[in-house]
């Protein structure tokens, strides 16, 4: 299944999308697409209902964050081997981890903002993955089943207050609009290996980033039995799992970053696309 959320900011109703392409209105069935609907009993409950009989969404409504009430949204840096390269940083022993805050949290095809006084707000494309059932101290072997599903992320980062201003990254990735999630979370079912899927973004038409989850450092049952080690990963969590290279830090002859009024498109294969436009904070 593709499940999304539809309608103005904080007013989102709960859809799938169809075989044609067409949303349908899940609204009778769950209250969200949120931690209490993506359980492996609330799904097996919506694939049981023949999306021919959900009323459908007429015109283009707005498309919000495909996870509803994000508990934690934790991301994991320099898990690309070539992007680590780029950024001039080792090759982590073990996954880096930071948070974005939640109000950084947006629908895929919102606006994103610049900071005031930002001068290095950079992209990002990454894989999401939405954790189903809770994990705590849970094994490689058995990481997948406490997945609901997966989600294309742009980890928007503004590299002087992340790299450059002393403390943690995090101050750097979590300014608000620096998460534009979905358009869809494509249940895991649908998904058979989250290791082989094209990846790419562009700004302005041009293509900066073209990869592949393969190249991972640390693939997603790695990063699911790490992270519950040191917390439990509940039902509507998020994490971001890294970028590949061709972010604007790593561009050459000379980095080149964002400034309002661009637009920026990006897409994982089989997880769906966005579009942002970059405007002042």
């Keep these: ?34 931690g209490d609907a993506i359980g492996p009993d609330a799904l097996d409950r919506l694939r049981a209902i023949d999306p021919a009989t959900l009323p459908a969404v007429p ?79 849970v094994q490689e072997a058995d990481a997948l089943k406490h997945v609901a599903g997966y989600c294309v992320i742009n980890d928007v980062s503004e590299r002087n207050y992340q790299l450059e201003r002393g403390g943690s990254w995090d101050k750097g990735k979590g300014c608000d609009t620096f998460g534009p999630t979905g358009p869809w979370l494509v249940t895991a079912d649908e998904v058979p ?38 917390m439990t990963l509940q039902p509507g969590d998020v994490i971001s799992t890294g970028t590949p290279p061709g972010v604007g830090m790593g561009t050459k002859p000379q980095p080149v970053y964002l400034r309002p009024g661009q637009t920026m498109r990006l897409g994982i294969a089989g997880l769906g696309e966005q579009c942002q436009k970059t405007v002042a904070a």
């Excluded at 973004?201 to 190249?215: A, F, H, S």
Aim: proline share 7%; glycine share 10%.
């Design 193 to 230: 290996d989250p290791h082989a899927l094209d990846m790419w973004l562009e700004v302005d038409g041009r293509i900066y980033q073209n990869g592949n989850t393969r190249t991972m450092i640390f693939n997603v049952p790695q990063l699911v039995a790490y992270l519950s080690r040191f």
């Design 59 to 137: 015109g283009t409504p707005r498309i919000g964050a495909c996870v509803g009430r994000i508990g934690k949204f934790v991301c994991i840096g320099l898990n690309y081997a070539d992007h680590a390269a780029e950024s001039n940083m080792p090759i982590p022993a073990e996954p880096i981890v930071f948070n974005k805050w939640t109000s950084a949290v947006v629908g895929p095809n919102d606006d994103v903002k610049i900071p005031r006084g930002s001068e290095k707000t950079d992209w990002e494309v990454e894989l999401g993955v939405v954790i189903g059932t809770a994990a705590s101290y």
């Design 1 to 34: 299944m593709k499940l999304l959320r539809f309608g103005p900011p904080g007013q989102e109703k709960p859809g799938l999308l169809d075989a044609q392409g067409v949303i349908r209105d899940l609204s009778a069935h769950v209250r969200d697409i949120d």
